[in-house]
């Protein structure tokens, strides 16, 4: 079998996300160069992807990996394979020139794996619990897939990137991102002005992220209250200040000063 369909088994085994979930994920984010694996004769045993990213800093733009999907086989856990994988991932990274790693432990135990190899929990995001409002003062449209393809949403969020330092989304993996929303049983709202789509936001049941000025903040909170049946909302935005911690980074260019931390948005998970 391929590296791929190996790693797609693996995935399943210890992630149990549905079939649609890991086609997606499959289709737009892997690639075999990026996936580094460990096996045991032809059985893989341990594997994670290191997918490219650009991050600002202090208006310079850095090359990135994110670390994502990083799994060990049942029976071989607790024996180190992932720690040398992830070494031996961490040199490569560097020998290719890469700048920063980072990843996002879905686990609170994983602060304190990831922390013995060098990764420091510098990667934020700003959440408010907000009450939910009396009315929605603007008019906010909850799209369809088919409605986002075409739209202007990528160039908000460029717009509304305010971070001096932040991970960075191409435009494909923007609109991926996007797909990711819906694939997750997601939706996506958005406010119009002359056929013109002019502030967004992405929800789930958990939560609502926010890309727009202030003024229709809580519009899209409303509206996200009233399709979940909530009294008041989890609002990550991009707003400069009370980061909580979301994430971590591991600085593979010591030549890069990281003095304040790097935020993390489009319900990076």
């Known amino acids: 079998m391929s590296k791929r369909t190996d790693t797609e088994q693996l995935w399943k085994l210890c992630f149990g996300d549905s079939d649609e979930f890991i086609k997606f994920y499959f289709d737009k984010k892997y690639q075999d160069e990026n996936t580094f694996a460990k096996y045991n004769n032809q059985q893989l045993i341990s594997v994670l992807q290191a997918i490219p990213y650009t991050i600002s800093i202090d ?47 879905q686990e609170q135990w994983l602060y304190d794996f990831y922390s013995k190899f060098g990764f420091k929990p ?3 995001n700003h959440i408010e619990q907000i009450e939910k409002p009396t009315n929605s003062t603007y008019s906010v449209r909850n799209n369809t897939r088919n409605d986002i393809s075409n739209s202007q949403l990528y160039k908000i969020y460029q717009e509304q990137l305010i971070k001096t ?68 909302a ?36």
């Open 122 to 124: 510098l990667l934020t």
């Open 165 to 232: 330092n932040c991970v960075n989304h191409s435009q494909q993996d923007f609109y991926d991102c996007m797909d990711e929303v819906f694939i997750s049983n997601g939706t996506i709202f958005s406010i119009e002005e002359n056929s013109q789509t002019i502030a967004f936001a992405t929800a789930n049941e958990n939560r609502v992220e926010i890309f727009a000025e202030k003024k229709y903040h809580a519009s899209f909170i409303y509206e996200y209250c009233q399709l979940y049946n909530k009294k008041s």
């Open 59 to 105: 208006g310079q733009n850095y090359s990135a990996a994110y670390i994502s999907g990083a799994c060990t086989h049942p029976e071989y856990r607790n024996q180190r394979c992932m720690s040398t994988l992830l070494q031996e991932t961490l040199l490569e990274l560097q020998n290719r020139n890469i700048d920063l790693a980072f990843l996002i432990p």
């Open 234 to 269: 989890k609002v990550l935005t991009q707003d400069n200040h009370g980061n909580s911690v979301h994430g971590m980074i591991y600085n593979l260019n010591k030549q890069i000063q990281i003095k304040t931390p790097i935020f993390a948005n489009l319900l990076m998970e």
